[in-house]
């Protein structure tokens, strides 16, 4: 969220001073990168975006963002931006309100197999921290927006977990007598994790296709239900 709210603070201003008359987009990846699913000698059968987001209906706010930036003849104040959005949006007090601006710019690193365990667990504590500090506000109005931000925190929290998950399966340490206890974890993950898949179709159902539905939760949960699967024939031998 901060890293949105900075490019508004700092490169609408940066367009206006440039001359932009407007911006093309030019990627329906968010990233800007694809994987790519190859035929034999070479051919492309289907190009993926590498990195996928939570639909646009839960972004409301940075919609309104960006029409406040572009309007603005001085660069966005980002956090009270957020803190009026609160206000006037779900109704918070100015304690929630500011509570909800903090939450939000709590750390949002984009997590890897390879990240360090530390910045893992800084992490792990902040998606907690802020899932806690969102599901305890309690907006007197646009009750399903604000449950957008709440899953989102939920699936960031998920996310956390299950990284933390696969570094340990992933650890030269890991052995045949951890197998047991790695998938009790994964299924404890799982079931969370489909709990949250039918809150996504509930708030979504209007703005995506089913089918759009079901690929997001499969592409979402992929890499854990493969090594779930895998990990329990292990442990059936």
């Given at each position: 969220?901060?890293?949105?709210?900075?490019?508004?603070?700092?490169y609408v201003p940066f367009t206006k001073e440039s001359g932009f008359k407007g911006i093309v987009?030019?990627?329906?990846?968010?990233?800007?990168?694809?994987?790519?699913e190859w035929e034999i000698y070479g051919d492309v059968l289907d190009m993926l975006p590498i990195r996928r987001v939570y639909p646009l209906s839960g972004y409301r706010m940075l919609l309104a963002a960006?029409?406040?930036?572009?309007?603005?003849?001085?660069?966005l104040n980002t956090k009270a931006f957020v803190v009026r959005y609160a206000q006037e949006r779900f109704g918070l007090n100015s304690r929630q309100?500011?509570?909800?601006?903090?939450?939000?710019?709590?750390?949002?690193?984009l997590l890897q197999p390879k990240t360090p365990k530390k910045d893992r667990e800084i992490a792990f504590e902040a998606a907690v921290k802020t899932s806690r500090i969102l599901h305890a506000l309690k907006p007197i109005?646009?009750?399903?927006?604000l449950s957008h931000f709440i899953l989102m925190a939920d699936l960031r929290e998920l996310s956390t977990k299950w990284r933390r998950t696969e570094a340990t399966i992933n650890s030269k340490d890991f052995t045949p007598a951890q197998?047991?206890?790695?998938?009790?974890?994964?299924?404890?993950?799982?079931?969370?994790?489909?709990?949250?898949?039918?809150?996504?179709?509930?708030?979504?159902?209007?703005?995506?296709?089913p089918q759009q539905l079901e690929?997001?939760?499969?592409?979402?949960?992929?890499?854990?239900?493969?090594?779930?699967?895998?990990?329990?024939?292990?442990?059936?031998?």
């Open positions: 969220w901060e890293k949105h709210f900075e490019n508004f603070r700092v987009l030019t990627s329906w990846s968010t990233s800007g990168e694809y994987g790519y960006h029409i406040e930036a572009v309007k603005s003849k001085t660069p309100a500011l509570l909800f601006q903090k939450a939000l710019w709590l750390n949002e690193t109005r646009n009750v399903k927006e197998v047991p206890a790695a998938v009790k974890k994964l299924t404890t993950l799982i079931k969370e994790s489909k709990k949250q898949d039918r809150r996504f179709v509930q708030l979504n159902k209007d703005s995506l296709y690929e997001e939760i499969a592409y979402r949960n992929k890499k854990m239900m493969m090594i779930y699967q895998r990990l329990s024939r292990v442990g059936r031998k």
